[in-house]
């Protein structure tokens, strides 16, 4: 008997992912993807549903198998695919989020500067791409849309790609949040290139049967952000991580003698010591630093900064490991800046009668109890990446024209919600902000 040219992974969302023995099973096994079975898919969104639990990793080898459901069927529909294009693809869904940092979008900006995830993970196919001798120039071609049949770049990345086609079910899934539940194989099912043979005017559209899945898929995706990405208490304890990060740093530009310091993961300290930009991570030692760095790093240095003789890191550390988070209010505009320093007056006010400051550093300690935010989400962005719908007479559409549902309508654009982030025994005059709006 001839050996299986498939790795089987069990998966709940998807059932059985099929992984070929080739390139793509090499992929898996690097480092690189191994890392992202320590960071969580959604963060601290753990902390508030408690099933979230998976990570980045089986999110991407999802992602991978539902490219493989695509690419089947935009095939079946007169669309050839070649065996290099079809491995490169698999490769670009299954690298796509390789670059994320520990705890997901939470520290995305707080340990580099001037940066974003998929510039870490473009630079890490690069690299993946030396490893394995150019095997990955196809895929980071699909990867950076330079590849001259440009509709596998939107299975990568696009408003309906294999990435989000996979979080949102898969989120859904361990969240427990039935709304955001998505016909995903109809979505695929109804795929196809247009034109049919691929070539550089080629793009995906969705035939119009699949119109009303897609209509789903959107209104899905922002009950997710407002039900769960966006929830209060997951904005809750965004702000908290962010807010030890920060304390950390100002302790680190005053050379502080703080000895629970050192006790910190060095890998997560190598950021917090220094001004990291973007353009340092072209340097390949720092890269390495900023891929040892997952959940576990952040997790191991809270615990041990939990002892800190500094009693404002040792009180947002015992938050965060305790889940005694903040309160999170929504608020129907942003606080005038006369509120927003009353306020500050409150909180610092409370963390004197507390003991955790004392009346000289209250004042300062206060912005790392108190943040003024807004949180903002755009379900369908037309004006930057349309997505298409082919009408049976042949016509291409945008969506928005062919669609039944009038809902549509407010998914455009982006919604804002402003919202105030302060400890719960603190007495805020909130209504001064309502009777002002």
């Not at 089987?8 to 059932?15: A, E, K, M, Q």
């Not at 390789?98 to 520290?107: D, P």
Request: hydrophobic share 40%; with cysteine.
């Amino acid at each position: 008997m001839s050996e299986t040219r498939f790795k089987l992974f069990s998966d709940p969302v998807h059932g059985f992912i099929s992984v070929p023995k080739n390139l793509i099973l090499d992929l898996v096994q690097t480092p690189e993807v191994q890392r992202l079975r320590r960071i969580r898919q959604m963060g601290v969104a753990h902390l508030v549903f408690p099933g979230a639990e998976h990570t980045r990793f089986v999110h991407a080898l999802g992602a991978m198998a539902l490219m493989q459901d695509a690419l089947k069927n935009v095939n079946e529909k007169g669309t050839a695919i070649s065996q290099d294009e079809y491995t490169a693809a698999l490769a670009a869904a299954l690298l796509h989020d390789i670059g994320h940092g520990a705890f997901s979008h939470t520290l995305e900006h707080e340990l580099v500067q001037d940066f974003e995830h998929e510039d870490m993970s473009r630079l890490l196919l690069g690299d993946l791409n030396e490893r394995f001798d150019g095997a990955l120039d196809l895929a980071i071609k699909m990867f950076d849309d330079t590849y001259e049949r440009p509709f596998f770049h939107e299975l990568v990345a696009s408003q309906l790609d294999m990435d989000r086609l996979d979080y949102l079910r898969r989120d859904s899934f361990y969240t427990g949040v039935a709304e955001g539940e998505v016909g995903v194989q109809r979505i695929i099912k109804t795929m196809r290139v247009h034109p049919t043979d691929g070539g550089e005017d080629s793009q995906i559209a969705i035939e119009g049967k699949g119109i009303y899945a897609v209509e789903n898929f959107l209104l899905s995706r922002r009950l997710m952000y407002w039900q769960v990405y966006l929830h209060k208490t997951v904005l809750a304890g965004d702000q908290l991580l962010r807010a030890i990060l920060r304390r950390v740093r100002w302790h680190a530009e005053r050379a502080s003698e703080v000895p629970a310091l050192d006790r910190g993961s060095d890998a997560l300290l190598f950021f917090l010591r220094q001004d990291v930009h973007a353009d340092d991570l072209h340097d390949a030692d720092v890269r390495q630093r900023y891929c040892d760095i997952d959940d576990t790093d952040i997790l191991f240095s809270l615990k041990q900064w939990m002892g800190a003789d500094d009693p404002v890191l040792a009180d947002l550390c015992r938050r965060f490991i305790n889940r005694d988070f903040f309160r999170v209010t929504f608020l129907p505009e942003r606080p005038s800046a006369p509120q927003i320093e009353d306020w500050k007056e409150n909180v610092a006010a409370w963390l004197v009668d507390t003991g955790v400051s004392d009346p000289t550093s209250a004042r300062a300690d206060a912005e790392l109890y108190l943040t003024i935010d807004r949180s903002g989400h755009t379900a369908y962005e037309r004006s930057h990446e349309m997505i298409t719908i082919l009408a049976r007479d042949g016509q291409m559409h945008e969506l928005t024209e062919m669609a039944d549902s009038t809902s549509l309508a407010g998914l455009e654009g982006p919604t804002i919600k402003p919202y105030v982030c302060y400890p719960k025994p603190v007495d805020l005059p909130l209504d001064v902000v309502r009777s002002s709006s």
